[in-house]
């Protein structure tokens, strides 16, 4: 089975700043992976995701991620943040092949201060 | 094009009582999910459809919990009876196949008193 961890629950920047959000998953057999964002009272937005091919991905809101294999590492980076990125982020895995289902790291809130 | 619509928005009950909520994925998804999100958590799968049958029901409380796809479009997720700790967002998402990019409706927040 596959499974998520988030090693930040929170995680406070300052505007302008840069940002990492860290994701390690663990599985046995190939997978997919993504990056989720939710704001306030809303549902879950595809930030970016990995399929296959380069591993560095870009995504919404110039946010971008690294697949790293060797490390079993899918890292989210942002190189300056805004206000507007206040949210909670979800890192996600699902397999190739067999049953895909989706499953979700624990969340890291990113709080922006002024 | 139209995303994943879900009703209602929120919803106060009493423990005991039971309740359901409905989602309208988006037009040709062949693949619904449910999932329950407590406060502070990530989403946990509960249910997972492929047209009108059942993938994935593994972490579906299923003394309590049901849910149904009809006609392989619209799902409703039932609850009977409900507990306190069902309290929770309460998202569907609906995908073209079961491995592509998944899209989440609003949710659905069930207060349990």
């Known amino acids: 089975a596959q499974s998520v961890t988030q090693l930040d629950s929170q995680v406070p920047v300052f505007e302008e700043a840069p940002v990492e959000l860290r994701c390690n998953y663990s599985?046995?057999?190939?997978?997919?992976l993504f990056w989720y964002v939710q704001y306030p009272n809303q549902g879950l937005q595809l930030l970016l995701k990995y399929l296959s091919g380069s591993t560095l991905v870009k995504g919404i809101n110039g946010f971008e991620a690294e697949f790293n294999k060797s490390q079993t590492s899918f890292h989210l980076r942002k190189p300056s943040v805004h206000i507007s990125d206040t949210a909670e982020y979800f890192c996600?895995?699902?397999?190739?092949?067999?049953?895909?289902?989706?499953?979700f790291g624990q969340g890291t809130r990113l709080t922006i201060n002024p | 094009e139209a995303g994943v619509a879900q009703s209602p928005r929120y919803k106060i009950i009493e423990k005991r009582q039971s309740v359901a909520f409905w989602c309208n994925p988006i037009?040709?998804?062949?693949?619904l999910y449910w999932y329950q999100q407590i406060l502070g958590q990530g989403p946990k799968l509960l249910i997972q459809?492929?047209?009108?049958?059942?993938?994935?029901d593994s972490q579906l409380p299923k003394d309590r919990f049901s849910a149904e796809r009809l006609k392989g479009v619209d799902s409703t997720l039932k609850i009977q009876p409900a507990k306190l700790e069902d309290s929770a967002v309460y998202l569907c998402?609906?995908?073209?196949?079961?491995?592509?990019?998944?899209?989440f409706g609003q949710g659905t927040r069930l207060t349990v008193v």
């Open positions: 996600a895995v699902s397999r190739v092949q067999g049953a895909q289902k989706l499953v």
């Open positions: 037009s040709g998804h062949a693949t």
């Open positions: 459809f492929q047209n009108n049958g059942v993938v994935d």
């Open positions: 998402a609906s995908s073209q196949q079961e491995n592509t990019e998944a899209f």
């Open positions: 599985s046995s057999v190939s997978v997919y």
